[in-house]
């Protein structure tokens, strides 16, 4: 795949990781207006906190990436930060730009210092390995436990011209309830002021990868960065509305990825909760489903048993009537207005058989509702975590 | 063991579950006055709601306790609660007392009525089988995935009169987050005043069941139910103190019976958060860590993988500064003031590789503290819930 105009890319092994690509590095030739969101972890990684800042500093300007999986440096104090540092300060001088324009984003184990030497030793040979089809090389210079890369392309029709969105992300850990770092690079050759691009970015991640690690739910690490190139040459005054819905698709589609990747999952769960009185109770509900290891391990088995899910609604926190609440999986009602029904287990079973297992739990109380993606919980999840950092 | 004077109890084969004893009695021979505390998960099994009122209209009166394992009779609606007032109706018979001294419970699959037919079927049966010995048969029939029964006692001096506490109980599950039903009978000699009975239960469950459940995380049959027989003969206005202390004890050992016995568990982590500005805070970041897949593996694994931990307090939602974080496990300081410590990895690995992991979080911010034990997530748990139905 390429990217749009104005990108190039590349991925390096700096030998953080044991022999895999571990550096990976994204230019905006011309540099880019962006946007992003971070984690809202108390704990912010050295990186978070100086792209944060960066990012505010500049008003939303970035000439480069430089990203690194294997260390997190977060909760590294002090010497990590000193560590992001050099790196930026080094990127900045291979690239040629103002150190604020460099943005930083690291994943892998917490409490370990980023061996930064190894990051600006390789530096200048993902400099020399850039280019537009680099994106490829990006995409598993970024992964930790994930099974395979993420990428996604879209396109869009702004101010009259035809442009592209390019994203690239990570993920794995079970996401969710303890999101494993989150990380997404999305490359627009769109020009749009960062503003604007602010808005559309918090809207599509609402929509998107919000919706799999639920508020807040975040890892120390966490980043979501979109960058435009302004190569297309629209208007800034162009409605958005077309490149809001690509952003928002590209979003999505790399969310369901990392679900799909979450730590030996072999299914994903497509939650909703309905009928909520406030959209806060629909979110508690959804959230107790979502995170419940009960509910997680019978969807990995396969096993429609429906009360582990009504408990975890039962002990959310979420307010309603018992009386009124309604389940399905599917095209199956396995529960009306709080009684079960007659359905045939069969036909529950083959629906949480399937890769992708639809449940709307009606708390029957209101118009308030909450979408969530949530993988199931299996035995490599326990092998890949029980020993992750040996 | 034997019963406290006054109880005896049997358990017997009622065919719910497979090859399995399932159905247990508990005769106050002549009534016990009684106290207990429930689930407060919203959907509340047909024995929950029949047993709250019941008690609710005697004052506190039990004469027998008839318990089934093998099907929770929860989300059951009406037909759960004739079929659940089926049992009581017939238990009445054969004991001879009213319908509200008899106190229902049970254990098992949601979402399926009870088979009343055949525990009134084997109720004679369990009946003529009572007897002070008989604490071991109902111990094995109230188990549903537990490895082994819970069996513990105590003594306590009451009026200048030595008297007896003997409880059983059965949890398994993971238990936290997602308890299976916790349930527990604790049965005494003593002569106590129903007020002044649930008083001290109360105190008991919030410093032992309560902190392996945190608040309201529970299923929907958990039951503790304490009964005095008064045989003892003291003075109702006997000083407490010491019946107290002792019902603590035993509450606190069965506790810790159930969380050594979580599914798949090999070690309990014994997890103190302190430093925090309010006990709610405290709780929070308490309940993340304890209910965090990554740490629960992580203790499995017997991996030091303190950054996890951190990041669960992190997005906890408990409000604290984090430069001044410190962590320990057992007498190794990880992390002092936000930042890792110079700890030999070695040390802390022979911390974690125990069978008691002993962790302690200083949020650094105030007096407030939460005590919390929760087990590590293995193999045998995915195994044991991946198709626990079938």
Redesign the interface.
């Known amino acids: 795949m390429r990217l749009p105009r104005g990108f190039a890319a590349s991925g390096v092994r700096a030998g953080i990781r044991k022999k895999r690509p571990d550096l990976g590095l994204i230019v905006a030739e011309d540099g880019a207006t962006a946007a992003a969101v971070f984690t ?4 912010q990684a050295a990186p978070v906190v100086l792209s944060k800042a960066a990012l505010k500093k500049t008003g939303g300007r970035v000439k480069a990436v430089v990203v690194n999986a294997g260390c ?1 440096n ?6 990590g930060l000193e560590a992001a540092k050099r790196v930026r300060a080094r990127a900045a001088e291979i690239v040629n730009c103002p150190q604020d324009e460099i943005f930083l984003a690291s994943t892998g ?3 370990v210092v980023l061996p930064d030497k190894k990051v600006t030793d390789f530096l200048p040979d993902a400099f020399a390995r850039l280019s537009s089809g680099g994106v490829d090389a990006l995409s598993h210079a970024i992964l930790t436990t994930d099974v395979g890369p993420k990428i996604a392309q879209a396109s869009f029709t702004l101010g009259g011209k035809r442009g592209r969105l390019v994203g690239v992300a990570k993920g794995a ?2 996401i969710h ?2 999101m ?1 770092t989150m990380l997404a690079f999305v490359m627009t050759d769109a020009n749009v002021a960062p503003a604007a691009l602010q808005r559309a970015l918090k809207q599509a991640v609402d929509r998107s990868f919000n919706s799999i690690s639920v508020d ?5 690490n966490d980043t979501v960065l979109v960058m435009a190139s302004g190569k297309l040459g629209n208007e800034t005054k162009a409605d958005l509305a077309d490149f809001s819905r690509a952003l928002e698709s590209i979003c999505r589609e790399l969310a369901w990825m990392i679900v799909r990747d979450g730590e030996g999952a072999t299914r994903v769960m497509e939650l909703e909760v309905r009928g909520a009185r406030t959209e806060r109770d629909a979110r508690l509900a959804a959230h107790a489903i979502a ?5 997680k ?2 969807i ?2 396969g ?1 429609p ?4 899910i ?6 959310s ?1 979420a307010r ?1 009537s ?1 009386k009124r609440v309604s389940l399905s999986a599917g095209p199956v009602t396995l ?1 009306r207005d ?3 029904t007659a359905y045939k287990e069969k036909d529950a079973a083959k629906v949480f058989a399937r890769e992708r297992v639809p449940i709307v739990v009606d708390l029957g109380g209101g118009n308030a509702s909450a979408l969530v993606l949530s993988c199931d ?3 490599d ?3 890949l ?6």
Request: charged fraction near 15%.
């Open positions: 809202k972890n108390l704990f997190a977060a909760v590294t104090g002090r010497e184990v917490i409490g850990g079970m309830p303890n494993a807040g739910d975040t890892s120390t995170t419940s290891p009960l509910v391990t019978a990995h088995g096993d048993n429906w009360g582990r009504l408990a975890a609604v039962g002990r926190g309603f018992t529960v709080g009684q079960p919980l299996g035995h999840y326990v092998s975590n029980a020993d992750y950092r040996s």
